[in-house]
């Protein structure tokens, strides 16, 4: 898969995020996209996904195939994790991974059972998410992300309310999950993308605003 910025800008009101930016990711590994909080790398992320709209350039996709891919079908291909991102926290977790991967497929060799109890939920499987801690919640927005079966995954600051433990097995899910896959990481946080293989900073962009 190959996804090509070109001349990407993006504005709030009158203020510029950030202006011209192009790159092209097109090699399956990590990539790292750097920048204090504020710097406009989760937004890039998004927009990078087809979920944010931006006001100036181009953007592409390109499938393993070489086919041009329409944006409005990049939705089946993308997985995606942020600290915002929102739960039905009026299903346990068990019924939301259900209704996650009624609509993605998990990735090959895996149920919903080994994905709660690799990411040591199993005792809370069926708890309402409501009653989840921070640290949880964010186990489970990292479960629906890494179990899908996507070219692409997108994750934004991921070790966002983790204690240790969670980062540890943050980093397992990315050592144990990713091969194959492009893998895009929004992050101030070295612990998150200690292993990309190209490392983007914003900083590098606002040269142009």
């Not at 090509?4 to 950030?18: D, G």
Request: net charge neutral; with cysteine.
């Amino acid at each position: 898969m190959k996804i090509c910025l070109k001349n990407i800008s993006k504005r709030y009101h009158r203020h510029w995020i950030f202006k011209k930016v192009s790159y092209v990711f097109e090699d399956t590994g990590s990539y790292a996209i750097l920048g204090a909080n504020g710097s406009g790398k989760s937004t890039l992320l998004r927009i990078i996904g087809g979920m944010q709209a931006f006001n100036a350039g181009e953007l592409t996709y390109t499938s393993e195939n070489a086919a041009a891919l329409p944006p409005e079908n990049i939705f089946e291909r993308i997985s995606y994790c942020a600290p915002g991102m929102d739960l039905i926290e009026e299903l346990s977790l068990t019924e939301f991974l259900k209704f996650h991967f009624s609509f993605k497929k998990i990735i090959p060799g895996y149920s919903i059972d080994r994905v709660i109890e690799e990411m040591q939920l199993a005792g809370a499987a069926h708890k309402l998410l409501r009653d989840f801690s921070s640290g949880m919640k964010q186990r489970a927005k990292l479960a629906q992300a890494f179990f899908s079966d996507t070219p692409l995954l997108l994750l934004d600051e991921p070790c966002s309310n983790l204690d240790q433990q969670g980062v540890d097995l943050y980093q397992q899910c990315l050592h144990d999950h990713t091969k194959g896959r492009m893998t895009i990481i929004a992050s101030n946080d070295l612990r998150e993308y200690q292993n990309a293989r190209i490392a983007l900073t914003m900083d590098n962009f606002k040269e142009n605003i």
